[in-house]
């Protein structure tokens, strides 16, 4: 049994850690060269960065987004994510294993409010699960993972606070030990694979919808010679609109009226 | 806001009219659709999807996503689609899940790989007849996307699958057939005025408002090197003849040079509803006029899509930083309002006057503050409905389906339901409204549900209160 403990935070863990931090690395990368790429791809470069901005940090700091609608949902949500966050990194024993694993850590939080903000993401996991079994509108919505993140993330949780508060048995604080241990290692493998890739990529959304919201010019055009679609419209009788982007539409713009209104049989108004 | 009825869904969910291709098509959708041959739909939408996703920016996004959504249902409580349904079909995030699904299922590695271990055949004719139903019951509003923290933009997936529905045929017919005729037809415009009839209307306002005013208000015709190419909404020309006059009567008193151009005088940019192949090249026609008489900047009429098709997708097809500024007639009378060169008699509008901000211009945060200044600054009696400003709440025919006749009784009990519930609590005897779109839904929906309030334009209740040196 030790020697498994040992495995699951030494090898095991140094193994997940690194291949959360590649994976997470692989898809910022991906994601601001798709952005980069467009942006240069566009001729239209004027975007609103300080609304963007706004709506970036609005976002990665929610205090009071979260309360403008569906308030109890947000609180509990915003409270899962702090301690979610917090006591990982922050909780005195965890300080030192960084401290073992990285060669420096930082401070530790008092003892006191690790525990309470342990029992904070046990009990608001708990109900962000049951608030997605029991919300009809988030049950048409939720996968397979979406009911299993907030459980999955309650685990190492309510394993480690058993491990460092009840009095138990030998036996039983290895098994719990173990069950902590490979649990945290499960999420941090899944982390770049699934929905909680979000740690890293929300902060991104508001630049790429930003730069998603201009469109490459003749696009359109090349979409339509791609599909075969210059002789066959969809939504234009005959030839389509001529063949090259805005140059050609110059071409063929409307000749203006030299006629007079008193010429002209006036038709329907 | 209480769901639907059994009653009242059956109510809203009859077509006004039924559409012959329908049946050849074998769509449930109560509208849409260009007649064409049903063969392969599947294979012809991917490929439609493919060829998009290779010339356009719209991998980028749709792969971002995918990876951050987290269904968190958030954008329930913003779409005034699903408060008046309760339908799960039209949640936003439900809605961009049919499109972001093909796209996991067919253009990502994983997605490939898992759908041949799993055997899943992927795309199917009933998920296509989905999307073309679920993609044009939404308004394409964006207040979702306010309300999402994983920053998703519904709207800009909505826009997507609109588009790649309309590469294999499927797009409102009513849509359709005004674009036609603005590209190819022999008008150029959506409302297919000719020329003549335009000079004749426009010189016919201009008799009215030297009767009414007693003074020369003329409407410039292809006035070469004015200040300002105007371009309102094209079916304001037979239908907002006190808009047109409001427009007019600002540049009377402003003496700034505007023009009314005869090559092209249509704002109305369909494109931006359901293909950017249509947005672009309605964009550029705005250029050749602009072109042809030299004007310095583009001036667009009361209309929410026109100003923002233009002002956002002006410079992204006619070359970025270097195109001709392009702003809206509110923009335009606020400033010179400001500036002392336009003077409106304080309390000319005795009646309770409320605003309803167009989701194309308010949202961006672009136009919210100018029409509630300049209408403070002539109505005794302003109201505010809520929720307003960036955060307002659709019309209900937004995203080109209030062109869409067959589907007015879905307009005004489930898209429109809200904002009537809004207009009716402000208890207003006018509400402005300025955008075209936004006007045409509005007097629907106040009449299907037997609201005493008159929709009109900003400019319309501005005209009474010009006060001319």
């Known amino acids: 049994m030790d020697s498994w403990i040992q495995f699951g935070r030494g090898p095991l863990f140094r193994l997940a850690f690194a291949l959360m931090l590649l994976g997470l690395l692989r898809i910022v990368v ?65 300080v030192l294993l960084w401290k073992r694993f990285l060669g420096f850590a930082w401070g530790a939080i008092p003892q006191a409010v690790a525990n309470n903000l342990t029992i904070l993401v046990i009990a608001t996991g708990l109900a962000l699960f049951l608030g997605r079994v029991g919300h009809r509108a988030a049950r048409a919505l939720s996968r397979p993972q979406d009911y299993f993140w907030p459980l999955l993330l309650v685990v190492p949780f309510a394993t480690g606070y058993v491990c460092s508060n009840a009095q138990i048995g030998a036996k039983t604080y290895q098994g719990l030990m173990l069950i902590h241990i490979y649990s945290a290692d499960l999420i941090m493998l899944l982390i770049p694979f699934t929905k909680i890739a979000h740690c890293i990529l929300a902060p991104l959304s508001q630049v790429v919808t930003a730069v998603a919201w ?25 030839s389509r609109l001529g063949t090259a982007p805005h140059h050609a539409a110059a071409a063929v713009a409307p000749a203006p009226a030299s006629v007079t209104p008193k010429e002209q049989e006036v038709c329907s108004k | 806001m209480q769901p639907l009825t059994t009653e009242e869904r059956a109510r809203a969910f009859t077509s006004a009219k039924k559409a012959d291709v329908l049946q050849k098509q074998r769509l449930p959708v109560r509208y849409h659709v260009e007649d064409f041959e049903i063969e392969d739909r599947p294979r012809r939408f991917l490929e439609a999807f493919a060829s998009i996703l290779k010339h356009t920016n719209y991998r980028m996004a749709l792969d971002h996503y995918v990876r951050v959504s987290a269904k968190c249902s958030r954008c329930t409580a913003n779409c005034q689609v699903y408060m008046a349904t309760g339908d799960d079909r039209d949640i936003p995030c439900y809605r961009s899940e049919l499109l972001l699904s093909v796209y996991r299922r067919h253009f990502t590695v994983s997605g490939v790989l898992r759908g041949r271990l799993l055997g899943d055949p992927g ?23 306010f309300e999402c923290p994983m920053g998703i933009d519904h709207g800009l997936v909505t826009h997507l699958g609109r588009y790649i529905l309309s590469e294999i045929g499927i797009a409102p017919r009513a849509l359709v057939v005004s674009t036609r005729e603005q590209l190819t037809g022999a008008t150029g415009n ?3 005025i000719p020329v003549p009839a335009l000079i004749d209307s426009l010189e016919f306002l201009s008799e009215e408002m030297q009767e009414e005013k007693g003074i020369d208000i003329p409407f410039p015709i292809d006035q070469e090197g004015a200040e300002y190419l105007f371009l309102p909404a094209v079916s304001d020309f037979i239908m907002e003849a006190d808009t047109l006059m409001g427009n007019a009567a600002v540049f009377r008193a402003t003496g700034d040079s505007w023009t009314v151009g005869t090559g092209y005088f249509d704002g109305i940019n369909y494109g931006l509803f359901y293909s950017d192949q249509v947005l672009e090249h309605v964009v550029s026609k705005i250029r050749v006029e602009a ?38 007639i509110m923009e335009y009378t606020h400033q010179a309002w400001k500036e002392g060169r336009l003077k409106l008699r304080a309390g000319a509008i005795t009646e309770p006057v409320t605003y309803h901000d167009p989701c194309n211009i308010a949202r961006p945060g672009w136009i919210v503050e100018q029409p509630r200044e300049l209408l403070k600054a002539f109505c005794s009696n302003y109201v505010e409905m809520t929720p307003n400003r960036r955060n307002n709440i659709c019309c209900g025919g937004g995203g080109g389906t209030v062109s869409i006749d ?15 519930d809004q207009i009716r609590a402000t208890g207003a005897k006018y509400c402005v409204a300025p955008c075209a779109n936004c006007k045409k839904q509005l007097r629907e929906l106040m009449e299907d549900q037997g609201i ?10 501005l005209y009474k209160a010009i006060v001319f040196d």
């Open chain 2, 190 to 192: 959506t409302s297919a």
């Open chain 2, 123 to 145: 795309l199917t004719d009933e998920k296509i007849q989905e999307m073309a139903e679920s993609f044009y019951n939404c308004t394409a509003c964006r207040r979702c996307h």
């Open chain 1, 30 to 94: 991906l994601t601001v060269v798709g952005v980069v790429e467009a942006y240069r791809r566009n001729e239209d470069k004027i975007i609103n960065w300080r609304e963007v901005a706004r709506q970036t940090v609005g976002w990665m700091f929610p205090v009071g987004r979260l309360w403008r609608k569906r308030p109890v949902y947000g609180t509990i949500s915003l409270l899962f994510h702090i301690g979610l966050i917090v006591v990982p990194l922050f909780l005195a024993a965890h």
């Open chain 2, 406 to 420: 067959e589907i007015r009784p879905y307009r005004t009990l489930v898209g429109g339901k809200a904002k009537a």
């Open chain 2, 291 to 328: 072109e042809r008489l030299k004007v310095k900047k583009i001036l667009i009429g009361e209309c929410g899509h026109a100003s923002r098709s233009a002002k956002f997708f002006y410079p992204t097809f006619c070359g970025g930083r270097k195109a001709l500024p392009v702003i809206n």
């Open chain 1, 214 to 238: 201009k469109f490459p010019a003749g696009a359109g055009d090349r979409v339509a010679t791609t599909l075969g679609y210059a002789g066959r419209p969809t939504w234009v009788v005959g």
């Open chain 2, 452 to 461: 005493d309030c008159q929709i009109v334009g900003l400019h319309d209740l």
